[in-house]
């Protein structure tokens, strides 16, 4: 042997492996950190989901403009029939059977969906947080739109008069928005998912009345941490916070009770302040 050299050791096992105190104290750190990151995750997604969302509504509020500059001024009919033609067509259920709920055709033939030529995407009418599907064959699949259209805007309006029994603005044309901002009067809005069927959105007014009297007609989504899109007619969109419990409904995948008694609720206040002013 050299001098300086060490002996070769032969035969010796290098320790190596974890204790099961070491092993239990990493996998707590793990869950630890994993309890601090996720909570930060889910809101980055949330996020991200609301900013797709405004995207798909301002491409919606555009198209809407759009036919209305090439049509003399008149705004897209919004049809409350099932096989009728308007800014789309068809209602939606959770019934597989339906074949509204899955056929995009509804949304991009021009035939019977009027702003196809101006959106020729069906990604567009649907939030990406809406979830909701229907099983069809041992297979779900999703729904094609979650979006829906102001009963205000250009339909035979049901709903607005159910309150005050006063007759409102149902906005024909684009220069009937000199009797209401534009930045006031939405268009589009998220329908919660178990509330959504017609391509319309019903408010009742409630200027004036008393607050006992307030009810919710059709159910706007909060999927967007308890908030809802929106897009107005002068293209703005924006995601709004709801405030009172009884408008926040868990998705459940069933058609829910619609026409509900909701005493001085603040969000269908807001809605009424948002979708039409009375006739002069």
């Not at 024909?172 to 534009?182: A, Q, V, Y």
Request: hydrophobic share 40%; proline share 5%.
């Amino acid at each position: 042997m050299k001098a300086g050299s060490s002996p070769r050791v032969s035969g010796a096992i290098a320790p190596c492996g974890f204790t099961l105190i070491e092993l239990l104290v990493v996998i707590a750190i793990i869950a630890i950190l994993a309890g601090m990151l996720l909570p930060a995750l889910g809101k980055a997604k949330a996020k991200a989901q609301g900013i797709q969302c405004m995207s798909n509504q301002r491409q919606l509020s555009l198209a809407w403009n759009l036919y209305a500059g090439d049509h003399g001024d008149q705004l897209v009919w919004n049809d409350l029939t099932a096989d009728g033609s308007g800014w789309v067509r068809g209602v939606l259920d959770y019934n597989p059977g339906n074949p509204h709920n899955t056929n995009r055709a509804n949304l991009l033939d021009r035939n019977y969906a009027k702003l196809a030529p101006y959106t020729q995407s069906a990604g567009v009418y649907k939030c990406p947080a809406d979830n909701s599907y229907v099983v069809s064959g041992g297979r779900r699949l999703p729904r094609v739109r979650s979006l829906s259209m102001s009963q205000a805007m250009n339909s035979r309006d049901d709903w607005l008069s159910f309150i005050t029994k006063r007759k409102y603005v149902v906005f024909r044309k684009m220069g009937d928005f000199s009797l209401m901002s534009p930045s006031m009067a939405y268009v589009f809005i998220d329908e919660h998912p178990d509330s959504l069927n017609f391509g319309d959105f019903a408010v009742a007014m409630n200027d004036g009345a008393a607050a006992s009297a307030i009810h919710i007609i059709d159910y706007p989504a909060s999927t967007h941490n308890r908030a809802g899109g929106l897009s107005f007619a002068d293209g703005h969109a924006e995601v709004h916070k709801w405030v009172d419990a009884r408008t926040i409904k868990p998705v459940t995948m069933k058609l829910m009770t619609l026409v509900v008694p909701s005493a001085g609720n603040a969000d269908m206040i807001y809605m009424s302040e948002r979708a039409s002013v009375r006739l002069p």
